[in-house]
């Protein structure tokens, strides 16, 4: 007869993979944005300060969620190790 492994998954590893989810949503929703962005500024004839103000901290908050998701795949990543080595 074969073995069979059961694991059972470690519930923070299942709140781990439910919070990168919604962070990889929230940074597809923040680069539709600056692609609209992108797009409407684009199609001006100049562009104001406030404007770019704006753009700039657009592209603040998507570099934090990016480095949220980076720190999600990195938790994930040793909580993988710990579990093989059990």
Same mark, same amino acid.
């Given at each position: 007869?074969?073995?069979?492994?059961?694991?059972? %998954?470690?519930?923070? @590893?299942? =709140? *781990?993979?439910?919070?990168?989810?919604?962070e990889?949503?929230?940074?597809?929703?923040? &680069? *539709?944005?600056k692609?609209r *962005?992108?797009?409407?500024? /684009? /199609?001006?004839e =100049? &562009?104001?300060?406030?404007?770019?103000?704006? @753009?700039?901290?657009? *592209?603040?908050?998507?570099?934090?969620?990016?480095?949220?998701?980076?720190?999600?795949?990195?938790?994930?990543?040793?909580?993988? %190790?710990?579990?093989s080595?059990?």
């Amino acid at each position: 007869m074969a073995d069979s492994n059961i694991a059972a %998954r470690n519930p923070e @590893f299942n =709140s *781990l993979l439910n919070s990168l989810t919604v962070e990889t949503e929230r940074f597809r929703q923040a &680069i *539709l944005e600056k692609q609209r *962005l992108l797009s409407e500024l /684009g /199609g001006r004839e =100049s &562009i104001s300060i406030e404007d770019r103000k704006a @753009f700039i901290a657009h *592209l603040k908050v998507e570099q934090e969620i990016y480095h949220g998701i980076h720190n999600l795949q990195e938790r994930v990543i040793r909580m993988l %190790r710990e579990e093989s080595r059990r």
